[in-house]
Nanobody
Framework: VQLQASGGGFVQAGVSLRLSCVVSGINLNNYDMGWYRQAPGKQRELVAGISRDGSTNYADSVKDRFTISRDNAKKTVNLQMNRLKPEDTAVYYC?????????WGQGTLVTVSS
């Protein structure tokens, strides 16, 4: 299984970014997926999840700003991030929304300046 995240960048507060994760080596239909992030000096945290049936859930810190989606045919999981804040600065990763994870990919860095 390979998880290739992209779309990060250096942006100013208030703008939007769209992250994409290409998942190869599995049938994506069979897995609940999530976007995680790890800020400097902090533990990795789940920010958004999407189940096989399309239901979603979000961390309180990103609710109403971030939207997770999936395209099983294209084997992608996306994260639309609006109204970015400096505290959203982190490396973002996608992976299974499960105790059992795939091997982590390299992630994509999002830096938000104030």
């Amino acid at each position: 299984v390979q998880l290739q995240a992209s779309g990060g960048g250096f942006v100013q507060a208030g703008v939007s970014l769209r992250l994409s994760c290409v998942v190869s080596g599995i049938n994506l239909n069979n897995y609940d997926m999530g976007w995680y992030r790890q800020a400097p000096g902090k533990q990795r945290e789940l920010v958004a999840g999407i189940s096989r049936d399309g239901s979603t859930n979000y961390a309180d810190s990103v609710k109403d700003r971030f939207t997770i989606s999936r395209d099983n045919a294209k084997k992608t999981v996306n994260l639309q991030m609006n109204r970015l804040k400096p505290e959203d600065t982190a490396v973002y990763y996608c992976n299974r929304k499960s105790i059992v994870k795939f091997l982590w990919g390299q992630g994509t860095l999002v830096t938000v300046s104030s």
